[in-house]
Structure formats: C-alpha cells, structure tokens
C-alpha cells in the first residue's frame, strides 16, 4: 500500500495562498488570468497562477501523482492497461490530470505528444491508453472557440481529478533524479512547452 506524503506547512500554506488568489480571481475567467509558457513548482510556491499555452491552447495541470494498481479508488485510471498490477518493485505508475481551453476565435487542437524528462535527462514515453476503455484518458481533440478538455460533465471532468489522464510509467530511479518536466508538444511543432511537477 502506498503511504500518502504528509505536506509540509510551508507547503500547505502555499497551496492554499494559490486556492485563495483562484477563488478570488474565479468570477473574472480563465481568459482574463496571467498566462504563462511554464510553470514551475517556485512560481507556484511564489503565487502565480498555474496556467500556460502550448501553441493556441490555454493548459493547466490539474494533479500530477502516483496511482496505486492495487487500490480500489486508483485502479479506475488504469482501465484497459493490460497486465497494470504486473510492475516489478522498481517501477510505478505515475498519471498527469491536464485541462485545456481553447481561448481563440477558432478551432484548434489539442495536443497529443508527451513526454517526461527527469534531471538527468531520461525521457519517458506515456502508456497509451484506450478512451473507449478509459473515460478519463486524454485524447488530442479539436477544440471550437471557448471549448474546453475534458468536456464539462464527462467522466474526467467530473471525477475528483478534473482532468484528462496520461498515463506514464516510470522507475523509482525518479526520485533522486527530481524535479520531473513535462514536455508538451503543440500539433506540429517540435520545441516543447516545460512544466516541472511535484513528485
């Protein structure tokens, strides 16, 4: 069984400075908010909002953590992947709940290409994930104006993660290779966005 982190006062006390600056700012919407091409767990620490755009599509990481193959709330991220509970001791599975709005005046889509990179520069590849076998997995979509993913009362948007699932599976070897960065690719080009995650 996994052991939940205990966060740190400092850290709560972040988390919750960033809740109190969203709730405040909820009313005005995501367009009006302080977009950036990438957060770090610092500029979050610091206050600033965690959004950012890839190509024309706003993002925002919703949650970024561990998922337990034998426990019976995270095995639902794990549908369709076949033989999940077969990971050796030094590996584990590791899910990214992103959203995205497309705030222009036309369709455009989502992205589709990820990856992460520790500090040493190991890149790992997401475990593709079937959507008719997985409500909550991210699938590249083209967005109309104002449109958000996951669409609003869907399966992903609904659950407590309120994002589209990538699903990767890394090894423990992560943990002393810290901070993670998510790559993210806009459709088309080959020079990411980087976003550090909290692992």
């Known amino acids: 069984m996994i052991t939940p982190r205990v966060k740190s006062p400092r850290r709560l006390a972040s988390v919750a400075a960033v809740a109190a600056l969203s709730f405040a700012l909820a009313g005005c919407g995501v367009e009006h908010r302080t977009i950036l091409t990438g957060v770090t767990q610092d500029q979050l620490s610091a ?16 949650v970024s953590r561990q ?6 709330y995270d095995v639902q991220y794990l549908s369709g992947v076949q ?8 590996q584990f599975w590791y899910g ?11 369709y455009a889509q989502t992205a589709s290409r990820f990856e992460l990179e ?14 008719s076998l997985n409500p909550y997995a991210w699938t590249s979509q083209s967005l109309a104006p104002d449109a958000i993913e996951p ?29 993670l960065t998510l790559l993210i690719f806009a459709p ?7 976003v550090s995650l909290d692992l």
């Open 47 to 62: 206050g600033a909002e965690p959004y950012f755009n890839v190509g024309p599509i706003t993002y925002q990481i919703q």
């Open 67 to 72: 998922l337990n193959p034998f426990d019976n």
């Open 83 to 90: 033989d999940a509970q077969s990971i050796t001791p030094q």
């Open 96 to 106: 990214v709940f992103l959203w995205s709005k497309n705030q222009t005046k036309q």
């Open 118 to 131: 520790d500090s040493e520069g190991d890149i790992f590849q997401p475990t593709p994930l079937n959507p």
């Open 151 to 179: 669409v609003a009362d869907s399966t992903a948007s609904d659950g407590p993660n309120g994002g589209g699932l990538i699903l990767f599976k890394l090894t423990q070897s992560v943990y002393s290779n810290r901070p």
């Open 188 to 194: 088309g080009s080959s020079k990411p966005a980087r």
